[in-house]
């Protein structure tokens, strides 16, 4: 039990550390960004 929380801290504090000094990117939007380009290319061209 210790040694999860100890592991829990202090990921969760290196993970604080990092996106506040370094340009982390926002995982939500590429995620999306790549389901629309999927999409995109899934759907035949109406004509």
């Given amino acids: 039990m ?3 929380l100890l592991g829990f801290t202090l990921g ?3 993970g604080m550390y990092l996106a506040q000094n370094y340009d982390i990117p ?3 939007k590429k ?3 790549i ?3 999927l999409d995109a ?3 035949p061209p109406s004509s």
């Fill in 41 to 43: 290319k899934k759907k």
């Fill in 2 to 4: 210790l040694q999860f």
């Fill in 31 to 33: 995620l999306e960004e």
């Fill in 26 to 28: 926002n995982l939500a």
């Fill in 12 to 14: 969760n504090v290196v």
């Fill in 35 to 37: 389901k629309k380009d």
